[in-house]
């Protein structure tokens, strides 16, 4: 276990409104990710970051930010929230191996 | 490109064999995992391999690659009622900052 806390854990917003999620870790870990988990389509990547103030677009970044100034925490932000994003968020870490994963922010938009 | 697949179902007797199967695109990667996910969880690391072996086994898994197709399977011995999960095949490459590439996982149903 990596010591990977998400929160919100779960959240009901409104379209249009902004939503910001973050990930505080404990390991000193290098990397960090933002993924999207929905039914049929598995994990995707959202933003990255390999550093502090160092991050960079996943396969399925449009409509996300991101920002790191701190090497434990990590958010993701939703500028103007769409139904689109309605989705199972999950953090992970990585030090030089396999992702440690947090157990994942439920967010739904209305 | 990458891309990994796997089939989205299967189902095993409890007590049987579960052999879940997944192929990738990527002849750079370099190590291959198998995660489980349960219900309302995150994902878990079940295990590894190194893109140089061939098999790995670790009490009831056992992990085969044939880099040449490819492919790799997980094989569960004993299946259990607590095995029942999804289970997410997933590539790296060496120095690759962005992440693993992920299936879409393989849901494993138990029957009694």
């Known amino acids: 276990d990596a010591g990977i806390t998400q929160s919100p854990r779960h959240k009901v917003t409104e379209t249009g409104t902004p939503v910001t999620l973050r990930c505080h870790q404990t390991e000193n870990h290098r990397y960090m990710y933002w993924y999207r988990q929905d039914p049929g389509h598995g994990l995707r990547l959202i933003h990255y970051s390999y550093g502090v103030k160092d991050t960079d677009k996943g396969e399925v970044s449009d409509g996300y930010s991101v920002s790191r100034s701190k090497t434990e925490d990590f958010l993701l932000t939703l500028e103007s929230a769409t139904s689109s994003q309605t989705s199972v968020y999950f953090c992970a870490t990585k030090d030089t191996g396999e992702l440690f994963f947090g157990e994942g922010s439920r967010l739904t938009v209305l | 490109g990458e891309d990994v697949e796997q089939s989205l179902f299967l189902s095993v007797r409890e007590g049987d064999s579960s052999v879940i199967n997944c192929t990738y695109t990527?002849?750079?990667?370099?190590?291959l995992y198998w995660y489980k996910q349960e219900p309302g969880a995150g994902l878990q690391l079940l295990t590894y391999?190194?893109?140089?072996?061939d098999m790995k086994q670790d009490q009831r898994l056992t992990v085969l690659l044939n880099k040449k197709d490819k492919h790799l399977s997980l094989r569960i011995a004993d299946t259990q009622t607590g095995d029942s999960a999804i289970y997410f095949c997933a590539e790296s490459r060496e120095g690759g900052a962005d992440g693993l590439t992920f299936g879409k996982g393989t849901h494993l149903i138990i029957q009694p």
């Open positions: 990527d002849s750079s990667s370099t190590y």
């Open positions: 391999i190194f893109s140089n072996m």
